[in-house]
């Protein structure tokens, strides 16, 4: 299971830190995700990590804003939102699969989603 959190409203500029605790499976076995969905969109993906390696992969769309990264001894995975903008707005999903990539029908777990809304 994946468990997300930390969503919330923010003004344009601000800033937002994503949790999402894994339980139920091998955490080091698995790379971790974020993807984010926004209304009437498809959902795209904003950042991957390896948990072992530490390598991480970003949308162009929040590199140098957006920072994943992981906590092996809590099983966690972090994405920190900084200089947030309007159209980052989205309900954002972590996810877990067996190998590192940008592609969502990688992903095995799905969490049930946080919802970050960036207001002007």
């Known amino acids: 299971q994946l468990q997300a959190s930390g969503g919330g409203l923010v003004q344009a500029g601000g800033s937002l830190r994503l949790s999402c605790a894994a339980s139920?499976?091998?955490?080091?076995?698995?790379?971790i995700a974020w993807f984010r969905q926004a209304p009437g969109k498809e959902r795209e993906a904003v950042a991957c990590?390896?948990?072992?390696?530490?390598?991480?992969y970003y949308a162009d769309s929040v590199k140098g804003r957006f920072t994943i990264s992981s906590d092996n001894a809590e099983n966690t995975v972090y994405l920190q939102l900084n200089s947030l903008k309007i159209e980052d707005t989205a309900v954002y999903y972590c996810a877990a699969g067996p190998i590192l990539t940008m592609r969502k029908d990688a992903y095995t777990y799905w969490g049930q989603g946080t919802q970050v809304t960036v207001s002007s």
């Open positions: 139920g499976f091998t955490f080091g076995d698995h790379y």
């Open positions: 990590i390896s948990n072992t390696e530490g390598t991480t």
